[in-house]
């Protein structure tokens, strides 16, 4: 056999070794986002938090397929996308149940690219798996936020296949086409994907081995960044009211102290531990792994976003930063084990200590968030929750509620007056006069002369006067009290 036919053969062979064991040797990482996604799925279908941002993202979304605009229609303090991605996938299957599957499964499984992105950097597949794992057990990014719809958790998303596709798909000609959807999307998702990308982006190109591919990389992202900002700007002037709401109404929310800030997450008793290695282990990594270092420093500038870009400030804001505590992980998993190596042992013994060690880094972020997230998956089944929405299907429309999402799990239009209800709680001071900061007893009278039905919940028993509460209960029928709230069907003409 000629040498060089031999040469190809032998190089064919060991390709193909190599992508088969490549498949192989995700299937441990595949497993681990299986059973995190089964944690959460399998009592998913009697999962109630009608307390989080989910109902108005959903509000929105439906009301987006109407044909309303955001911002001009109604107020909508953030970008478009989740909404859209709700209001579609509702609008498809006639039930939050999938829209809530489907986000749970993007979640649990972008810790795949994740993985071969990090193993793509090192091959240092434990390091990689011990990143994955401390991220699926992040208390404030995994608690709620991974099943009912967050926007943080879909950004985070969006960042990990623009890196995977950056550092692992370098040839695909492809690439450059969904990197700039990614990048155009994620725009229109949340604002400081802006600046996350653009750093993820510099340390892709700054990480490149040659000066002229530095400089292909840089060209190439300068544009998908312009691209970017030209979405923005497009959306922003022909979107009424879209900047004075998603920018100007941010800015001028009532600001968090920025030493105040650090002080909240250092009584985070949940996730102190990862905080702290993550950041730990971003600057150790930007500091001793010269291959890694402008990752770390992009993922360094993604904590500083997470938590003093924004006005205000609230500890699920964290969630934003998971990539980057994870990488966090993975650069100090990967100095741990060069550690072991420098040791005067055998390989195998570098190995197995740096393993061990491993172990107990995981073992007290494990014994310290998942007993907290496992009891939350498990016992959150509510029977009730459902039975209230049955019942509200069987009300006539609309609806007045000030948690929009039973109006979404009953399929019931709500009551549009004023429609900054649903997108806003009363009581926040915004100077934008587009945005009511209190309620009159004649916006509260409008209200329940348009509805046909009147949810009194946990929520709408804080907001609504209690004198107007007691009028209501006495002039309108009664028609079930829940666990969830009273619900109330009124006499008004038009009404069946």
């Not at 681990?32 to 929105?60: C, K």
């Not at 009912?148 to 890196?163: D, G, S, T, Y």
């Not at 001793?288 to 770390?296: C, I, M, S």
């Amino acid at each position: 056999m000629p040498q060089n036919l031999r040469f190809r053969r032998n190089k064919e062979d060991l390709r193909d070794r190599s992508s088969s064991y490549g498949w192989y040797h995700i299937l441990p990482v595949i497993c681990i986002a299986s059973f995190f996604f089964y944690l959460q799925a399998r009592y998913l279908h009697l999962a109630a938090f009608p307390f989080t941002d989910e109902g108005v993202y959903a509000e929105a979304g439906r009301l987006m397929l109407e044909g309303l605009a955001p911002h001009k229609d109604f107020p909508l303090w953030h970008l478009p996308l989740l909404p859209l991605y709700s209001g579609i996938v509702l609008k498809l299957t006639g039930n939050m149940y999938w829209v809530r599957l489907l986000f749970l499964a993007l979640n649990c499984f972008a810790v795949v690219p994740f993985y071969l992105t990090c193993k793509k950097l090192r091959d240092n597949s434990s390091a990689a798996i011990l990143a994955i794992l401390f991220y699926l057990t992040f208390h404030e990014l995994m608690f709620q936020d991974f099943r009912f719809l967050a926007i943080r958790q879909m950004a985070n998303n969006f960042l990990i296949v623009f890196f995977y596709l950056g550092v692992c798909q370098k040839q695909w000609k492809w690439k450059p086409i969904v990197q700039a959807l990614l990048f155009g999307f994620s725009v229109l998702l949340f604002l400081p994907n802006l600046l996350n990308f653009s750093f993820l982006a510099l340390a892709m190109s700054y990480s490149e081995e040659s000066r002229v591919q530095r400089s292909r990389e840089l060209k190439k992202y300068f544009l998908l960044g312009v691209l970017a900002i030209f979405i923005l700007f497009i959306y922003f002037v022909f979107v009424p009211r879209s900047l004075d709401q998603i920018v100007f109404g941010q800015i001028n929310r009532e600001a968090t102290g920025r030493f105040e800030r650090l002080f909240v997450l250092l009584q985070a008793k949940k996730d102190i531990y990862l905080y702290l290695l993550g950041c730990g282990g971003l600057i150790y990594t930007a500091i001793w792994q010269r291959k890694l270092r402008f990752y770390a420093l992009a993922f360094l500038g993604l904590v500083v976003t997470s938590t003093f870009l924004s006005s205000n400030f609230f500890p699920h804001y964290m969630s934003g930063a998971a990539p980057a505590f994870a990488f966090g992980i993975f650069g100090l998993g990967i100095g741990i084990y060069q550690f072991c190596q420098r040791l005067p042992l055998s390989a195998i013994a570098a190995n197995f200590i740096s393993l061990i060690i491993y172990i107990l880094l995981f073992s007290y972020q494990f014994s310290n968030t998942f007993p907290s997230l496992y009891e939350q998956w498990t016992n959150n089944r509510n029977p009730s929750y459902y039975q209230t929405v049955v019942a509200l299907t069987k009300t006539p429309e609309p609806l007045l509620t000030m948690e929009p999402i039973f109006a979404v799990e009953a399929g019931k239009k709500l009551v549009r007056t004023p429609i900054e209800i649903y997108f806003r709680a009363p009581g926040i001071d915004f100077p934008n006069p587009d945005v009511a900061n209190k309620f009159s007893q004649q916006d509260f009278q409008a209200m329940a002369t348009e509805a046909c039905t009147i949810f009194l919940e946990g929520k709408g028993e804080q907001v609504f006067p209690i004198e107007l509460q007691k009028r209501w209960r006495a002039e309108f029928q009664t028609f079930q009290k829940t666990r969830w709230g009273t619900i109330l069907v009124t006499n008004n003409f038009g009404c069946h």
